[in-house]
């Protein structure tokens, strides 16, 4: 592996500045998820003392008829043009019941669906045919109105009056009984003055002409035979509450049963939310905004949020029951982070118990979605990105600039000492290094080994000539001891001078074994 390679592979390493950075931006929205969290609190509890000045209605219980309350006027004339975006209680199969407060006047639209109407035969009793009762009663006095009629259109209601066993005409109720494709539908507005603290609306239908009709749907609830007791938003919290709902922001109170006590928003004339333009800039923002989020999820995975616990996501919308059975609730405030179901958005929900006298009469929720804080965390992990990737390519540039240079100096330094020294033992010059590091001083210290070979190489080139005078001298020794010895026998001197040249001569040649052994070292 090369040292490019490696180098390059080290400053692989560099890519922990991701991660840091993921992390640190994770612990920074930690932070800021619970500051929102501890200031929403704090404003639960200074909305809660306000709340708690109106006069909210005891706990009514589950058996409830609840109206929720619409800004728009409706138009009784039996159609469901005026009831498109409002919630359809189901009463039986085929039966659905939508109910309304506008001003000071209840409206009901009944929906049958149904291929067969046995309308009043005047020659028999109302008992006989398709109606309706509405009855309303607060335990001491009870009202009920009969609806029926010979045939689509508005009708007569009247009024049942017990004690007489008769129908009275009234002109409380303003009804409208209209033929769809699927059936029939009765639509009804009555003033609230006239209600009372229960409603019930019965639907009784004649099985065969000319036979008695019997109940077959009812709004009623309760087991008993009181009927439902009706429930609607209190107009006094429509300001307080108002003033606290943003784009971001919600807020709505809740009966201990989950149903709201604040008057919702105008649903009926606000225009569907339109979808962002598909531009190139957009579709670009959205990409890197996933992007981001999923980098962090990689990079510094934690634990998933629990799903958004209620059917609606925003709170001043709803027109019926909220599940509170859903939600943790406890005898204290509590805020939870939950993730919305597009799964792109978290909201924090805040829940704050209000008791009247020690009993609980609400709950108030409020609701901020985190879209502000994605924004932010967004904004920080692009930086962080951003920062990361230049300082990524930065280090990497100028490693592999590093790498390369300090390749070309060893491969020069590699040629330098292969070319210093031929083939036939011969030292050419070596220019040493002038880097003051590690690679220099590895560059002298060839020079100075060079040095010392040329130095060797210089000795043995004249070792020859040196050899070849040295013994001559003592081959002359030699030479002329013998022939001393030879013409003087008896001569001792003579003899031992012959053996010092012979111990020389073994001296010499010693020298050069020694020499011929450092030649094939080198």
């Known amino acids: 592996m090369g040292l490019r390679t490696q180098l390059l592979l080290v400053s692989l390493t560099t890519l922990l500045l991701p991660w840091a950075g993921c992390h640190y931006v994770q612990e920074m929205e930690q932070a800021l998820r619970q500051n929102q969290s501890q200031a929403l609190l704090q404003q639960a509890r200074l909305l809660?003392?306000?709340?708690?000045?109106?006069?909210?209605?005891?706990?009514?219980?589950?058996?409830?008829?609840?109206?929720?309350?619409?800004?728009?006027?409706?138009?009784?004339?039996?159609?469901?043009?005026?009831?498109?975006?409002?919630?359809?209680?189901?009463l039986a199969p085929g039966v659905s019941l939508q109910k309304a407060l506008y001003n000071d006047h209840l409206y009901l639209l009944l929906k049958v669906a149904t291929d067969r109407i046995q309308y009043h035969d005047p020659g028999l009793d109302f008992s006989h045919s398709d109606h309706l009762r509405f009855t309303t009663h607060d335990g001491q006095e009870q009202r009920q109105w009969v609806l029926f009629t010979s045939g689509p259109g508005q009708l007569q209601a009247y009024q049942w009056l017990r004690q007489r066993r008769e129908l009275h005409p009234s002109q409380a109720l303003k009804?409208?009984?209209?033929?769809?494709?699927?059936?029939?539908?009765?639509?009804?507005?009555i003033a609230t003055r006239a209600l009372k603290d229960h409603l019930v609306l019965d639907l009784y239908r004649a099985q065969q002409a000319g036979q008695p009709a019997v109940k077959t749907a009812s709004s009623r609830t309760s087991p008993s035979g009181q009927g439902d007791r009706w429930l609607q938003p209190i107009p006094a919290l429509a300001g307080l509450l108002q003033d606290q709902r943003t784009h971001q922001l919600d807020a709505v109170l809740v009966s201990p049963q989950g149903w709201p006590l604040s008057p919702q928003r105008d649903w009926v004339s606000q225009p569907p939310e339109l979808p962002s333009p598909t531009t190139p800039e957009n579709l670009l923002n959205e990409g890197m905004s996933r992007f981001y989020r999923l980098l962090i999820d990689l990079l510094t995975p934690r634990g998933s949020q629990s799903p958004w616990p209620l059917s609606e996501e925003e709170l001043s919308h709803a027109q019926g029951r909220f599940e509170v059975e859903r939600l943790p609730l406890t005898d204290t405030a509590r805020a939870g982070?939950?993730?919305?179901?597009?799964?792109?958005?978290?909201?924090?929900?805040?829940?704050?118990?209000?008791?009247?006298?020690?009993?609980?009469?609400?709950?108030?929720?409020?609701?901020?979605?985190?879209?502000?804080?994605?924004?932010?965390?967004?904004?920080?992990?692009?930086?962080?990105?951003?920062?990361?990737?230049?300082v990524l390519g930065l280090v990497i540039a100028t490693l592999v600039t590093f790498a390369s240079s300090l390749s070309w100096r060893i491969r020069k330094l590699k040629r330098s000492a292969e070319d210093a020294i031929s083939t036939d033992g011969k030292v050419h010059p070596f220019q040493p290094s002038r880097h003051a590091d590690e690679i220099g001083d590895l560059s002298r210290s060839y020079h100075h080994l060079l040095q010392r070979v040329q130095g060797y190489t210089e000795y043995l080139e004249t070792l020859n000539g040196k050899l070849a005078h040295?013994?001559?001298?003592?081959?002359?020794?030699?030479?002329?001891?013998?022939e001393l010895a030879q013409s003087c026998p008896g001569q001792t001197e003579y003899l031992q001078r012959a053996e010092a040249g012979i111990e020389r001569l073994r001296q010499i040649l010693s020298a050069m074994s020694e020499a011929s052994r450092v030649e094939q070292t080198i």
Not at 65 to 75: A, D, E, K, L, S
Not at 175 to 189: A, D, K, M, P
Not at 470 to 482: D, G, M, N, Q, Y
Request: glycine share 8%; net charge negative.
């Open 470 to 482: 040295e013994l001559r001298t003592p081959l002359a020794i030699v030479k002329s001891s013998l």
């Open 175 to 189: 009804v409208w009984w209209q033929e769809t494709h699927s059936g029939f539908n009765v639509e009804i507005r």
């Open 48 to 90: 809660g003392q306000l709340v708690q000045t109106a006069d909210l209605p005891p706990d009514p219980g589950s058996a409830v008829f609840y109206t929720p309350r619409r800004y728009q006027p409706v138009q009784v004339d039996g159609y469901d043009d005026d009831w498109q975006n409002h919630l359809s209680t189901t």
């Open 337 to 390: 982070w939950y993730q919305l179901q597009d799964q792109r958005r978290s909201a924090l929900l805040v829940s704050q118990p209000l008791y009247d006298g020690g009993t609980l009469s609400g709950y108030l929720l409020l609701s901020q979605t985190g879209d502000a804080l994605i924004s932010l965390t967004n904004d920080a992990l692009r930086r962080v990105t951003h920062l990361t990737l230049g």
